[in-house]
Every structure is written in C-alpha cells, then in structure tokens.
C-alpha cells in the first residue's frame, strides 16, 4: 500500500534567495535516491517559509520491489568436466553463494556459457531505506553559504531546531546534529510558537494554518498580490508590477500581511527610478502608481506577524523610507554640480580589473570597438556612439550610484538629459547596460546597442586574455551572460558584423594587458561564442542536429549562421530531406577523410562519373552566385539536384577501385562534392 511522505526541516530565518534552489536540489535527491532504491513514488509537492523547507511526497510504495539477481560464477567448462558431474571450480563456487551445486544453473553470455546462480532479494521497508539516507541529503542540500552551529559538526544554511519525518503515520528515524526526527512542528513564531503534533500528512497545511503559517508557497503569495493590491486600491492607486520582489517577500513572512504608508510629495522630484530603488532594494517596499504608471507618493510594506494597529506601524515605516529618500535626495542634488563629462577622469582612479588597468582604460578600449563598429554598420552614428562611449561609466563615481548601484546607466542618463546631451547619447549610455539578464530587454537604439558590445566584449576578451575564464562554479564576471548579449543584440539588429574580426580588434586594444598567448586566446574566446550559440539555439526551439550540424563549419557572420539553420529546420520538415541527407552521408562515410588533388577528368571511364562531374562544376559556379545573395532556400534547392547524378554514379562506378589512379580521382570528386554540402552544413550530422 503507497503512503505520503513528509519531510519538514524547522530552522532559524533562512535568506529568502536560498529557499528555491534548496527545494529543487532536495527534491531531485529524494526521487533520485527513492528510484534507485526500487521504491515506487508519485508527485512532488515543495514547499516553504523563512523558518521552514517542506517536501511531500504521494503515494510512496511501503517497501522497495523485490528483484532477482544473477551471481556469475565459472565458465561452463571449467565448471564441470566431460562426464557433466561439478568441478572443484564449481563447488566452490556453490559453498560460497550458500546453495547445493543442484542448484547451479548455465547462461549463454557474451564471452560463452557460464554458471549463475539465481538469487531472490526481498524488499526492504521504505522507512528503512529514508532512514539511511535522509541525514546525508539533508547534509547534500546546497547553499551559497553554511555555517555551523553550538559544537556541532554538522553545516545547514541555518541551526535546525526540528525535523517533522512521516511515511503515513510512522516517524522515519533520523538524526542531524542533536536534532532527532519526530511528528512535532511548530507554529507561527510569535503568533502561535507552541508545538503541535502531525497526526495526518493529509491535514498538515491546514494544521499549519490554524496556527498562522501558511507554507504553500503560491497560496502565500496570492494572499500577498490581493493584499498590496487592496492597499494601493484604498489611495486610488495599483501596485508596480515587481515580480523580483514578490517572490523576495514571499519568502520573507510565514503569515503575510499588508500595510500601507505614505511620503512627502516633494520626493516625486527625484527619478522614478531612484524613488523605486530606495522603496524596494533597502526596505523591500512595494510603490504604488497611478492609471499613467507614475509614482504617486504611497507604499506598501509587507508584515510577518497582524498588526493591532496598522497607523503605529505605518508611521515606523514611514520614517525608515523618509531618511533613505532623504539621502537620496542630497546625493542627487550633489551629483549635478559636477559635470559626467568632468567625471570621465575620475575613472583613472577606479579599478577595472587588477589585470585590465582601470575603468578608464576599458573605456578607451570599447569605445574604439564601438566605434569600428560603426564604421561598418552605421557610419551616420558615430558621433553618438562615440560620445556615448565616453559618458556611459562617468555615473559610477556619482554618490547615487554608490549608494544603489543598480542604478547605473539609469543615472548617467538622467544626469545626461539635465546636461542637454542629445537624446539618443542619453538613451545609449542606459540601454549600453542592456541586456542585464538572459532573457532581458535589448537595447532599442543602435547606439546603445553598438556600446552595449564593445563594452561587453572587451570584458569577455579582457578576461579571457588574463586567464580568468569561467568555470562550472564560478564566473565572476559573468562572461556567460555577457557573450549571449552580444550574439542577442547581433542577431535581433540583424546586424552584419564578422565576430571572428570584432575578437581580433578586442584582442589589439588590449596589448599590453594580456597573460597569455594571443592566438590561444583569440581561440578560446570563439570557442566560447561558439557554445553560448549553441545552447541559446537549442533554447530558442532549434533542433539540435541542425545547430551542430551548421556549427560544424559555420559561425561567422552569426545573421548568416543563423539563416543556415533555419533553412535546414525548415527542410527537415520536407519530403526530399531524408532521401538528400542521405546520398550525402554515403559520400562523407566513404571519403572518411578529404582527399587532397585536383579532379582529372581524362581518367574518367564511365559516363556516370562524367556527368556528375560536369554536374558538380556547374553547380560550384552557380552556387557562388546564390551564396552571394544569401538566400539559402536556394543553396539548398540546388544543392538537392545533385542527389540523381551522385546516385547514378555510386550505381554504376567502383568508386574504390583496385586502380589507385582511378580510386583517387573519384575521390577526389567526392571531396567536392562534400565541399559543396559544407557551404551550408555537415550533413553527415543530421539526424535521419
């Protein structure tokens, strides 16, 4: 009979970033221990609070399957001798597996007939198999950081005070540190701390929340959504869409309540951006705007515990947020007497990189990229991009922007308009931070977007070119991101810029700083590309066969790249793919290698070769002329008429034959034909 198992780990206040990588982690552990282990499960259910992670598991099989297993002893022959009576082999083999030599038994296996003997393994009780493992996942779970606690040994993000441990109804025996499993929770803290005990696993949420916790984490922040929202609705306001900073508060109450409080109008005067970033990153509080989207002077704040008397604790809010947009407030007005211009050399004094010199130093660098790039692709834009450039780090000596760094760009842009800088070298100096996530925003402009990648690229070449190249745990300066970003914003502008030759241009404004060989690095760096293309492809619903298969031999230009794949996704859909992708995996699986040499056609003897041949020049002549146009459709649709001709010749010629002269010349024919293929893909990597 399947029952649920519950697993609750009671803690200290847990930082709210920690509780949804420490439920997924958890959670694929214990599916992954319960399937080796042979015992069956269902579905499972995370959940949490600051001071609580929760596991539920349905309809798990009260004992592991049983199973038999075969013990290979001897082979047959030396097992037993002519007469078939058991050898000293085979006896020995029976004394030490316990059964008779009656019992032993002769399999055909890969390497001839050997003895086996059969073994029945009854199930173990799944309470059996948790209780072994569970201190050891719970010692798995990760954290960025964990500590101990009292003299023990034992490390979890924060001390552990209990551990709830249930299959039904019956405690599954554990021990972590000097806490031993039971069916005692706790509730709420401070609204019903006393403890209560787990009768049934079918009436914990409830239990839970007849004592103030409501653990089902999406439950929670409904009640958070309708709360805030009813707030904001009683100052003829809505709340500003914060989806970052909901699921932050959520982990942050274990029975959430609202409350709303107020600030001095004369605050509206700062940018909205600062008013939001002091509400929300120092105090967590969620802004209130009006039917245009404009701040209005109004928050929201968020409680763990029901307030006797809201106005008490709005006030205490209230005066929290006035010092914080207070400070905000003289850092803004101190910014504007000096000039980002004027701010440019105080980047001399700021460090970059210990290696790369100072944030100056990059400056100089990426604003020559931009401005390459520009020569290319939007000439008419250097002025902006190159003014851009020059302003778009000045902010981050401003007091602002030490004081909430994440708005960087949104200051120097804001200190760019009260200049009078032209608008578009405004826009450019915060869009040249885009995008700052994976699936973020792109810049909108080309300048921003132009600076965007000559900034981002000199901080993925510069790291490269010093050794500091990301690993599976750390990358510091999240090149990773910062490569998807360039081939984003190249791909969304359709922009027709040669990577192999902006690398190089990053590779000579950085001489004098690199540590290791430049041609290495040049490498690494595309290879890199290459693989952040890959996954962002395979991401974007392209079939990996395609993307590798396009890979194999293309990157550069991407826009190009990219068309290829998308062509070939197209034709895998099509009636001739599986036919033409498959003459051409006979031409590469006998070529093995490309034969070097020219083709002669004075050694031809067959008509079939003759004509593929002749087919095989005109195609290479007109395909230069379709390439040209990049209309790859049309690559391909040529490309497929070769398919009759190179049937007919493996049909009617010896392609390996016992003449090395002839053998070599076909070939040689093959290595062009093969040639041609390549100009869009490796076909030999298509998945039929």
């Avoid at 787990?198 to 958070?224: H, K, N, Q």
């Avoid at 989806?243 to 029975?255: H, M, R």
Wanted: proline share 5%; glycine share 6%; with cysteine.
């Amino acid at each position: 009979m399947a029952k649920d198992f519950l697993l609750e780990i009671g803690t200290e206040e847990i930082p709210a970033s920690y509780i949804k990588p420490a439920l997924e982690a958890m959670a694929a552990m214990l599916s992954k221990t319960l399937s080796e282990q042979r015992a069956a499960h269902g579905s499972i259910q995370t959940m949490a609070t600051p001071r609580r992670l929760v596991w539920l598991i349905k309809d798990v099989a009260e004992k592991q399957e049983a199973q038999t297993i075969e013990i290979t002893g001897p082979p047959k022959a030396a097992a037993f001798d002519e007469s078939g009576n058991p050898t000293q082999a085979a006896l020995g083999f029976a004394r030490a597996q316990g059964v008779s030599p009656d019992e032993l038994q002769v399999k055909q296996t890969g390497k001839g007939e050997y003895v086996v003997v059969s073994r029945h393994q009854a199930g173990i009780s799944t309470v059996d198999i948790l209780s072994g493992v569970l201190a050891d996942l719970i010692q798995d779970i990760p954290f960025p950081k964990s500590m101990r606690w009292g003299s023990l040994k034992v490390t979890f993000a924060r001390p552990i005070h209990w551990i709830v441990a249930l299959l039904g109804q019956e405690v599954v025996p554990c021990t972590y540190g000097n806490v031993t499993s039971g069916n005692t929770s706790y509730g709420h803290r401070f609204m019903s701390p006393g403890p209560f005990e787990v009768t049934e696993i079918d009436g914990y949420v409830e239990a839970l929340r007849e004592r103030f916790v409501i653990v089902d984490i999406e439950e929670r922040t409904e009640r958070i959504r309708q709360l805030v929202a009813a707030c904001a609705k009683e100052k003829n306001g809505t709340i500003r869409e914060d989806e970052g900073l909901l699921d932050e508060v959520v982990q942050l109450a274990e029975y959430p309540t609202a409350v709303c409080g107020s600030f001095d109008k004369h605050y509206l005067e700062l940018p909205q951006e600062v008013l939001i970033t002091a509400m929300r990153s120092h105090q967590r509080y969620f802004a209130v705007v009006d039917d245009a989207g404009k701040l209005m002077p109004y928050f929201v704040t968020v409680n763990n515990t029901l307030t006797r008397d809201p106005q008490v604790v709005a006030h205490g809010n209230e005066r929290v947020i006035r010092a914080r947009l207070e400070d905000a407030r003289f850092y803004y007005v101190a910014d504007q007497k000096v000039s980002l211009e004027d701010r440019v050399e105080e980047l001399k004094e700021v460090v970059f990189h210990s290696k790369l010199g100072t944030s100056y130093e990059k400056l100089e660098r990426f604003k020559a990229l931009a401005e390459h790039m520009a020569d290319q692709v939007a000439p008419e834009q250097k002025p902006t991009v190159s003014r851009a450039a020059f302003l778009c780090k000045a902010d981050l000596v401003t007091g602002t922007v030490s004081e909430f760094p994440s708005l960087q760009g949104v200051m120097g842009r804001a200190y760019a308009r009260l200049a009078n800088e032209d608008a578009a070298v405004a826009e450019a100096i915060y869009e040249h931070y885009l995008p700052t996530h994976s699936g973020g925003a792109l810049p909108s402009g080309t300048a921003g977007a132009l600076v965007s990648m000559g900034d981002k690229l000199d901080t993925v070449v510069g790291c490269f070119g010093v050794g500091q190249i990301p690993t599976g745990t750390a990358d510091p300066f999240a090149l990773r991101r910062q490569a998807l970003g360039i081939i984003r914003i190249i791909l969304a502008k359709d922009l027709s810029l040669s990577l192999y030759d902006l690398i190089k241009q990053a590779l000579d404004g950085l001489d004098g700083k690199l540590t290791e060989p430049k041609e290495q690095t040049y490498q690494a760096v595309l290879d890199f590309f290459k693989v952040r293309l890959q996954h962002f492809l395979i991401g974007q619903d392209q079939p990996q066969d395609v993307v590798d298969a396009v890979l194999a031999y293309h990157l550069d230009p991407l826009v190009e790249t990219v068309a290829k794949i998308s062509t070939l996704k197209a034709f895998k859909e099509s009636e001739t793919f599986e036919p033409l992708v498959g003459t051409v995996k006979r031409v590469v699986n006998i070529l093995k290698e490309p034969v070097d040499g020219d083709v002669d056609p004075e050694l031809f003897v067959n008509q079939a070769e003759k004509d593929l041949y002749q087919e095989v020049v005109t195609c290479e002549q007109e395909l230069e002329k379709v390439l040209a146009k990049r209309d790859y459709g049309d690559v391909l649709e040529r490309l497929s008429e070769l398919k009759g001709p190179i049937d007919h010749f493996f049909d009617d010629v010896m392609v390996l034959d016992k003449d090395l002269s002839l053998r070599q010349n076909r070939l040689a024919l093959l290595t062009r034909i093969a040639n041609l293929f390549q100009q869009l893909a490796d076909f030999s990597r298509l998945v039929l």
